[in-house]
């Protein structure tokens, strides 16, 4: 389907997206779960801007960016984020369709982001870091938490 002057893909669980910026290099990394990852992004409500999408939220402002930190695949941010993170290389960025299942679900967030929404997002993944060093119990956590 073309969303946005796209063609998306359908990926995981219903989270649909498009690569807008391929890799620097074809084995640049890809993160593991629980590695430090850094990001930039753009979440719209309603579509993206050329679809008369409204901006909620931007790591990226008139001061400059500000990359956004996590470790991935360990539940720190939505799974529909987790999903499409751990899929990705360093450098690449791409545009993402949440179902809601994947992320606020019935809740919405903080005011602003309504329960049962669509997200869509402009993602980064500007950086894969150091990955932990995981204990037994972590060890056990993850397989026992899949994404």
């Known amino acids: 389907d073309e969303i946005g002057h796209y063609d998306f893909e359908?990926?995981?669980?219903?989270?649909?997206?498009?690569?807008?910026?391929?890799?620097?290099?074809l084995d640049c990394p890809t993160p593991e779960r629980a590695q430090k990852v850094r990001t930039l992004y753009t979440l719209w409500l309603g579509g993206f801007p050329e679809d008369g999408g409204r901006k909620i939220d931007?790591?990226?402002?008139?001061?400059?960016?500000?990359?956004?930190?996590?470790?991935?695949?360990?539940?720190?941010?939505?799974?529909?984020?987790?999903?499409?993170?751990?899929?990705?290389?360093e450098g690449e960025a791409r545009r993402l369709v949440v179902p809601p299942d994947l992320g606020y679900g019935e809740k919405?967030?903080?005011?602003?982001?309504p329960g049962n929404s669509k997200l869509y997002f402009e993602v980064e993944?500007?950086?894969v870091g150091e990955k932990l060093q995981?204990?037994?119990?972590?060890?056990?956590w993850l397989k026992d938490n899949p994404v």
């Open 125 to 127: 993944l500007v950086e």
């Open 10 to 25: 359908d990926g995981p669980r219903g989270l649909r997206y498009a690569v807008t910026k391929v890799p620097r290099c």
């Open 108 to 113: 919405g967030a903080g005011g602003r982001i």
């Open 134 to 140: 995981l204990t037994d119990q972590q060890v056990q």
């Open 58 to 89: 931007s790591s990226q402002g008139i001061l400059g960016n500000k990359p956004f930190e996590f470790y991935a695949g360990v539940q720190q941010v939505i799974k529909g984020w987790d999903l499409a993170i751990l899929d990705m290389r």
